[in-house]
């Protein structure tokens, strides 16, 4: 059973029968919203306050999402997030409020992105990535499943450090990113490495903890051969 | 569209249209429970018992939900748990038969609970973790986001062994625990972690296989001051 | 609120009434399609082409599933998969189009299945496993919680190479297998490896890159010995 707010400007875009969309949303043409997909969610402490369920949607500050978009079933995007044109999210992706997500980029099914996290445009989020509060990742980022950034060096502390994943660059499958790291423009992460110290622009770095074992041009050399032999 | 057992007693709870409460189950006073979430899921047995869907709410022995707790969007609860108060879930958290979650405990977005678990007070479990039958959880608890709990050594076996985790222990991002390890009170296990051996309290364990780096009191320390420099 | 589609064989099925099925998709008899369930649902490239939200029941190729199968909340099954008989998913299962699941085989809660996949008889998919796009899995096998699989050894690139896991081999939690890589039959990877290299029939692998610890024999000796210990 969905809802639509009053409030809500959704005239333009294609919007499944089952949705939720709440408060002030504004949804832009051509966008699709998929079935149980929640869009403007409001933050913990509303929810908190509230004491009927019809208050959800007169609480929300509502959500902004750009024209051409793809929202896949059981996605749930909180309020105050500005998500660009043409960015699509698997299933059941869950992207929490202040934040910004850049045109053309794909977040994958089951990944969450835990709030007040800025994303660039044409990044790839493959599937079920952990991204957290303070994360800021640039343009043209790629992601790998099941990569895992962190926020806080000595858990649980009262400090929280982003991690910065600088344009172009490569975040391997099943990588862990320390809190506060910062990875280089175009630099990479090998799948499975344990990211502790910051990852010099260009270079390509593995292992437990991850440490350099070439530069980006060679890497890019071996793609080329591996692209070639397919 | 939403069902409410006629067995059920949920009336001083908040309780969205679009959630499925099933057999006898209690939820107590200012709890909400969201759009989407099912509580008291039979079990597998009984599943596979019924003739019709509706057979689904006489089957359930129904759950049990304290007071105040905030069960978010897409979590199903099965039968025969029972969660303190103040208990918060994140979204699509799944939490199987036999569990008990103790007061002010919080569970992240899709952390699955396998059921047969028991879990302490004041526990903060983030997202994506996994947690097998038998695993055993202590007050004041922090694990990680897709930390991983195992329960058999030697897969496929007969024997399904619970990991323990004592009070205050630490659990790191990423870090993955092998069936019948214990890590002590207050211990730490850092990101990205395989943990091959029991754990000894007050200690901090790091790398594949997890083995001693430094102890707890030089942790605090380095907290101290990576908070200072926020 | 769900949707049978009027092209759907589905009448010796058990349907819950929040399930949608889309296209002329057949559900065996005896099988338990849950609630919030998509069976059927269409490939991007028509979602993207569709005008109203109803077209997409007309546009979807259906999907085919077995008897006795066990569907439960939240699975969403794309079109053009086929399920086999007395086949289990946990909840939240993701499976996409063009792939094959054999008879008997289980997917644990939160597993993703990418599309292009084929996996045999019997396979014991625990929860939270990632299996991307031309992945073949033989009969037999058991993959541990949060394993992830690839399929691009320098990504982004434009070459797929699916992981071939060949019949009985076992892959233990939080194992990473690098695109293209064989783990041959009988083979054990140890939880929490990084398999950047063929591992040979019967032989186990552990550590980060993997290397060969002992072969199968031994792996079975021990087991036997732990499992008398319970």
């Known amino acids: 059973m969905g809802f639509i707010s009053s409030k809500a400007k959704v005239s333009e875009a294609l919007i499944s ?17 998929d079935d149980d997909v929640t ?18 949607d007169s609480v929300s500050d509502g959500t902004r999402i750009g024209e051409g978009c793809l929202i896949r079933r059981g996605t749930v995007i909180y309020e105050d997030v500005e998500v660009g044109n ?10 929490r409020e202040n934040t910004v997500i850049g ?20 990044v790839s989020v493959q599937s079920m990535v952990y991204i ?6 640039e343009d043209d980022v790629f992601i790998g499943p099941n990569a895992v950034i962190t926020n806080d060096k000595y858990p649980p502390s009262k400090r929280l450090q982003g ?17 506060g790291v910062e990875v280089g423009e175009g630099a990479v992460v090998a799948a499975g490495s344990i990211v502790t110290r910051d ?18 041009e060679e890497y890019l ?9 397919g």
């Open 17 to 33: 029968l089952n949705s939720v969309i709440l408060g002030p949303s504004v949804i832009g043409r051509g966008s699709f919203i």
């Open 39 to 56: 869009v403007g969610y409001p933050i913990r402490r509303k929810i908190k306050s509230i004491k009927r369920i019809d208050d959800l």
């Open 86 to 95: 043409s960015v699509e999210t698997g299933h059941n992706v869950l992207i």
């Open 103 to 122: 045109d053309g980029t794909r977040l994958g099914t089951l990944t969450v992105i835990d709030g007040n996290v800025k994303i660039g445009r044409n």
């Open 132 to 137: 957290p509060i303070g994360t800021v990742i």
């Open 163 to 179: 991690v910065v994943i600088r344009r172009g660059a490569v975040i391997g499958a099943n990588a862990t990113l320390i809190a």
């Open 199 to 216: 990852v010099k622009p260009g270079t390509v770095v593995a292992g437990t903890p991850a440490k350099p074992i070439y530069n980006v």
């Open 221 to 229: 050399r071996r793609r080329k051969i591996y692209e070639s032999m």
